[in-house]
């Protein structure tokens, strides 16, 4: 995997649980597979309180790809996956789309995809509003993920 599509948010992580290992690999890669299983079970848990639907929560839990890459392979998708759903959850369900941007932001520090999942957020968020409200808070939320984002790379720097 080329080293441009990894964000400061996943270097940070794995330089957090490597931490742990004392610099044994063994345990390094129990750690990790002990991370990427509790991220898993984070993801199965938010897709119950988004959907509240047992067949969605089969489909992601069973999946091949996700047991395999994400458990077994101990693949960052997991913890991409995890805060990408955090942040549908804190739009859907607590309706609050400040803590919506600063999940998509830690998303977008593991992996630069999860910004495409940003403007979907806030115009769903704010579809009630007036437009010139709309733009106006879609400006400052916007700002603050540069901002948290930005923080993120002030630590990996």
């Not at 992580?13 to 509790?38: E, H, P, Q, W, Y």
């Amino acid at each position: 995997m080329s080293q441009s599509f990894i964000g400061p948010v996943w270097s940070f992580i794995c330089k957090l649980l490597t931490r742990f290992s004392f610099g044994n690999i063994d345990i390094a890669l129990v750690i990790f597979k002990m991370a990427s299983f509790a991220m898993y079970m984070g993801s199965v848990f938010l897709i119950y309180h988004i959907t509240k639907k047992k067949l969605f929560i089969l489909l992601f839990a069973l999946n091949p790809v996700v047991l395999f890459d994400g458990l077994s392979n101990v693949h960052n998708d997991i913890f991409l996956v995890f805060f990408m759903l955090l942040s549908i959850y804190f739009v859907l369900r607590n309706k609050n789309l400040f803590l919506a941007v600063i999940a998509i932001s830690i998303a977008t520090g593991i992996k630069y995809l999860s910004i495409l999942l940003l403007p979907f957020i806030i115009l769903y968020a704010l579809r009630k509003e007036k437009l010139w409200i709309r733009f106006g808070k879609a400006v400052l939320y916007f700002l603050e993920f540069i901002a948290i984002l930005a923080i993120f790379y002030a630590i990996y720097v």
